[in-house]
């Protein structure tokens, strides 16, 4: 058996398995989707959303890309925010980084990835620009790689809040609540490291006066 029939063959144990357990089971999220959370993360395989929340499928709505970056101009990631958040009317948006993030290292470096990965590493730089001074202070080289994962998470939230979306949601509905989690690779624990409550003041340059 080739590695991705055992993908195939997997699914069918776990279809079986998941029907004896549960005989309702498809029949009742085949009808509907009512997540109350809308997952931001990274795509590294080793951050899978649900398994490390111990939530099933119909519970989480998930948007993953290399260092779960909020881009202002990511029509893809606006997209799924716009529908989890008017549609699906989400109750919690989570930023989930994770503790030794490729993304976030790879950032560090001087290093040419060459076209659009630099393109997108560039909008971690950004980030790394604005902590500069916190960052340059920290000597150890892991505990500052850790700072800036952490960072990433705190600003990427701050992106969620600058968009119409969130600030509409905010304004009609008092929700969602955006959360920043940062996941340990060593220890599978996730550490909250940033909150946004529903109508947080913003930077006056980000606030729409007219929603
Ligand atoms: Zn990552």
Redesign the pocket.
Known sequence: MTSYEKLLSKNKDWADQQTKDDPEFFSRLASIQKPEFLWIG???SR?PADKITGTQPGEIFVHRN???MVVHTDVNLLSVLDYAVNHLKVNHVIVC??Y?????KASMTNHDFKYVLNMWLRHIKDVHTIHREELAAIDDEEKKFDRLVELNVKEQVMHLAKTSIIQRAWKNDNRPQLHGWVYGLKDGIINPVFEMEAGTQLDPLFEYDDL
């Open positions: 990274c795509s590294d951050v290399i260092a779960n980084g994770h030794g993030c490729g993304g976030v």
